[in-house]
């Protein structure tokens, strides 16, 4: 761990008890692990390393949440809402993260941005957005076979190798397929499910 890091664990000592409280050992396990790959990438890709490693602690706040409670948190939340992600709650885990965030531990919008899209993406995905779809997809805690693939590739590139590989086991939700064309990937006539 960075020295940096370090101070941020005891500066956010807080957050990282509200982590242990909401989710279970193996969960906390990957927030950390997120958090520790965001701070890193965002030192590389001239992010803010405080507000990167905060939402990668964060980004999960709500995984272990009910339904009910999921749908209640990410409607508070403002974000909008689809069909589709309130047929399938567990999507919401981002949204509901951000109210639960507002409420508890108020960090910063950008962040709340990133958490709230983390699951399915965004058609305008911001520079703190990618760094965290990222580094959810790529913590080391992760067992992934396209590690290497994503080495000394830009933020844009990588953000694709992920999205392709999504692409090979689900249809893409719309807003994933919409952040793989926002980050340059090509346009395909797969369908979309919105
Ligand atoms: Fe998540």
Redesign the pocket.
Known sequence: MQENERMLRTKHAKLLGFLKKELSEKRVRHSIAVAQRAYELAGFFHADKEILWTAGIA??LC?EENDAKLRELAVESHFPVDEYENETPILL??KAAVTYLRRQYPISELAYFAIAH??LGHASPTLALKILYLA?ASSLDRDIDFRDDLKNQNLDKQCCIIIEDLKKRYTLHSQTQHMYFACGGKKTSNSFKN
């Open positions: 980004h999960d995984r885990h981002g983390h699951t959810d």
